[in-house]
């Protein structure tokens, strides 16, 4: 079955509704469930970015599209986070910044809180769980599906650490439309990725914008070749 479009709500409201401005005082970034892993497969003649799509995805918001569309939110998914966790990725940031830096391609990394998919958490601190705790009236578990992906080069380090992209859409080199399961992408050259996907509500009428994951592609000199060193989670305020 083909993933259904979303007749796109217009004005400044419905972006403020979809980046999850409604008028708090700094909330978290929200969570979700859409990229469920990001590797670089190095074999053939160039390194390529993959990408799994999570086969339930959700994401939690502060929309009010009705009790009837909601989903029952289970701790394991929304409960608290680590402040540490597992990364996946090689080497790692060597700043300290505390946990709960935040910072992206300058430091931070290896004390990010972490998601439940294991990526550094842009934006997130341990304080991040005590706001749901305290506005758990407030917000939505929505089931969604992915009407594209995006995938864009954001060039090397330097450039990146200048000018990091903040959360949302960005100029895509390539877009997949309606896409499921997996899709690999180019990653020939050392610098930053991001691979984001558009959630669209499956049982309300609403786009709840783009999720992202950006990754920091180096070379790896113990193994030969290129290694994902940083995975970050780059997501909107709920």
């Known amino acids: 079955m083909r ?16 980046a999850g401005c409604l008028g708090d ?11 469920s892993d990001v590797e670089l497969r190095t074999s053939g003649e160039q390194p390529r970015l993959q990408i799994d799509l999570a086969d339930d995805p959700w994401v939690v918001s502060r929309y009010d599209g009705g009790s009837s569309s909601s989903l029952d939110a289970p701790r394991s998914l929304l409960g608290r986070l680590s402040p540490v966790g597992a990364a996946r990725a090689k080497g790692g940031g060597k700043g300290g910044g505390g946990s709960g830096a935040t910072g992206r391609g300058t430091g931070g990394y290896s004390s990010a809180p972490r998601t439940h998919n294991g990526y550094a958490w842009y934006h997130g601190t341990d304080d991040s769980d005590d706001w749901y705790d305290n506005h758990a009236d407030e ?3 929505y089931a969604v599906v992915v009407g ?18 903040e959360p949302g859409p960005v100029p895509w080199d ?6 499921s399961g997996q899709h690999t992408f180019e990653a020939g050259d050392e610098g ?3 691979v984001g996907a558009e959630l669209v509500g499956e049982n309300v009428d609403h786009s709840f914008g783009w999720a992202s994951v950006d990754v920091h592609v180096k070379d790896d000199p113990f193994e030969g070749g290129m290694a994902i060193e940083e995975e970050w989670k780059v997501s909107p305020r709920v």
């Not at 993933?3 to 979809?18: D, P, T």
Request: hydrophobic share 35%.
């Open 3 to 18: 993933r259904r479009r979303f007749l796109q709500a217009s004005g400044a409201v419905a972006l403020c509704a979809a």
């Open 25 to 35: 005082t700094a909330p978290p970034p929200r969570k979700s469930n859409a990229l």
């Open 139 to 141: 917000v939505t578990r």
């Open 148 to 165: 594209s992906v995006g995938f864009a080069s954001l060039g090397r380090n330097p450039t990146y650490v200048d000018d990091p992209p």
């Open 174 to 179: 390539r877009t997949v439309e309606d896409p």
């Open 192 to 194: 930053w990725y991001r």
